[in-house]
Structures are given as structure tokens and as C-alpha cells.
């Protein structure tokens, strides 16, 4: 199995350019919070019905599919996992708000696809195409690559 640094390593190769990296930045945790939104906006019967948790802050599916996420991440790091779980309460909290303004899914939709666009733009100016058409863990490493970039500025 490939250490997180090897993984992260890989990735980089096909963000170098500047302007993709700045995309990336801003795309990636955008694809990452609409995809929980859209886990969150899926009913929660299931859930409530097997719990006994109503409150759809508790009991949504986004919350459900951070389990094999965090199994993928603890894998790797501990450190990382942590890092990954803040950002996905995050994540969480901030559907969980935005979901009291606009029809969730939606929202989720349109950012979702907008930050797609975004970033195969982004590797057209790089030049490269995106790491996960060679292998698709390259989408969870994504997150972890902005999160590994932004903790090692603050050192």
C-alpha cells in the first residue's frame, strides 16, 4: 500500500501550474461540500428508523458515508484523518445552514458541476489530465492534498 506522501506526491504531479493550484484550491473543498450536501438531502428514514436519531443534523447520509472516508484516511494518517474529519464537520454544519435558505440539493447541483468545469479547465492549462483517470482513490486524495498544503504553510 502506497504512504500517504507517495499519494500526495503523485498528485502534485499533475498540479504544478500556479493558476491550477488556485483552481484546485478553491474547487476541490467546493466538490467535496456539495457532495455532502447532496448525501444530506437524501431522505433519512432508514437512518432515523435504525438509530432512533431524528435530528438531521445527527442522522443524515452525509454523516453515514464519512465512515468508510475516515476507514480510507486512518489508513494513511492519523493526522490526516483528523484533518479530514474537521473539514467534513464543517462541511456538515454548513449544509446543515444552508440547507434552512435554499433547496439543498440544488445548491449541491449547480456546485457540484460548476467546480467540475472549473477544474478540468484548470488541468487544460496545466496540460495534464486529472490523477484520478489513472486511479480513482485520486479523488480522496484531493482533499487531503489542500489540507497537507495548507497545514505544512503554517509551520
Not at 111 to 139: M, N, R, T
Amino acid at each position: 500500500m502506497q504512504t500517504l506522501q507517495q499519494l500526495l506526491d503523485k498528485y502534485a504531479e499533475s498540479h504544478q501550474n500556479k493558476t491550477n493550484k488556485i483552481i484546485h484550491y478553491f474547487c476541490v473543498p467546493a466538490i467535496f461540500f456539495s457532495i455532502i450536501g447532496l448525501l444530506m438531502s437524501i431522505p433519512s428514514n432508514l437512518i432515523e428508523n435504525l438509530t432512533g436519531i431524528s435530528d438531521p443534523l445527527y442522522a443524515n447520509w452525509g454523516l453515514v458515508a464519512l465512515i468508510p472516508v475516515l476507514i480510507f484516511y486512518i489508513r494513511l494518517s492519523l493526522k490526516m484523518t483528523f484533518l479530514i474529519l474537521g473539514f467534513s464537520i464543517l462541511c456538515i454544519l454548513g449544509n446543515f445552514q444552508m440547507k434552512e435558505f435554499i433547496e439543498l440539493w440544488k445548491a449541491s447541483v449547480v456546485i457540484f458541476v460548476i467546480a467540475w468545469i472549473i477544474q478540468f479547465y484548470g488541468h487544460k492549462i496545466e496540460g495534464k489530465k486529472p490523477s484520478f483517470l489513472d486511479d480513482i482513490k485520486f479523488l480522496m486524495i484531493g482533499p487531503a492534498w489542500i489540507l497537507d498544503d495548507l497545514f505544512k504553510r503554517k509551520k
